[in-house]
């Protein structure tokens, strides 16, 4: 799999050193990335799924009433039922619950524990479409104000917000992705395509001082791990830190890095 990201950029990307996975694009080439992800099929959703059951329910029941019961209303029931159980597996996996049992999941979701493979190929196509949810659940969270605007102590503390948002909205089910990627190529390949996104929004975040550096790639693998998922994750839950003992190491890692990077009149 060679993953194309020179979107029709003017810039010839960077790479690291991994031949798969693609270094920096332009915050255009970014959204143009997950575009071309969701039309791959890596990511089954082109619009949010109603948010709880409750939801799903009045929206199946008004569907229902105008379809004909014989044709279309048993297609909407299957239909219903089959996002019943990703939305289902979604809400165990935000309560903490990382790895459900069938039984668990069809409880939930109203459905019969044997109609659950029905409705997949397996529960390895179960937990992809979950994270597809997911992923499209947090896109919106992704955003940085302001990219690339402002003093440098600005621009640090926005980048660690917006890590921290996603960090903290997607714990859970960054875990689950995490653990199950080993397993399943295509949550692999959406993890490395939401890397290339991170990645090209630091860059551009932080393009002063990446290019004064003597080694920009370096310094930006740096960084990368600073604010990562598996950083994150060492510190709340095998350090027992909170968020603003996070916060604060987050922020003076970045600011040790960038600084001597910067001349003083950038500062002001």
């Known amino acids: 799999m060679d993953m194309e990201v020179a979107l029709g950029s003017t810039v010839t990307p960077s790479r690291v050193e991994h031949p798969e996975c693609a270094g920096t694009v332009s915050a255009a080439d970014a959204t143009a990335i997950m575009e071309q992800i969701i039309d791959r099929g890596m990511s089954s959703f082109g619009a949010p799924l109603p948010s709880d ?9 008004a569907d229902i009433a105008a379809a004909d019961e014989a044709t279309d209303g048993r297609s ?18 935000r309560e903490g619950s990382l790895d459900p049992s069938v039984p668990e999941i069809a409880d939930r979701a109203g459905v019969s524990h044997r109609s659950v493979f029905r409705y997949f190929d397996d529960l390895n196509d179960l937990v992809r479409l979950t994270l597809d949810h997911a992923v499209n659940e947090t896109m919106s969270l ?12 600005r621009r640090i503390d926005i980048y660690v917000e917006t890590r921290l948002r996603v960090h903290i909205q997607a714990y859970t089910v960054s875990r689950v992705a995490h653990i199950k990627a080993q ?11 939401l890397t290339v996104i991170t990645r090209s929004q630091m860059v551009e975040h932080f393009a002063a001082e990446c290019d004064h550096s003597s080694d920009r790639e370096m310094l930006v693998d740096a960084l ?37 990077l910067t001349s003083p009149t950038s500062l002001t």
């Open 53 to 61: 059951l409750t939801d799903l329910t009045a929206d199946i029941t």
């Open 76 to 93: 909407l029931r299957r239909s219903h039922n089959r996002t019943a159980v990703i939305i289902s597996l979604f809400h165990l996996i």
């Open 142 to 153: 992704r955003t940085i104000p302001d990219l690339g605007v402002g003093p440098l102590e």
């Open 183 to 193: 397993k399943i190529p295509s949550i692999e390949e959406g993890l490395r395509a």
């Open 224 to 260: 990368m791990v600073l604010t990562s998922f598996e950083a994150y994750d060492y510190q709340r839950r095998l350090l027992g830190h909170g968020m603003e003992r996070i916060r604060h190491v987050w922020h003076n890692s970045l600011a040790a890095q960038l600084t001597p």
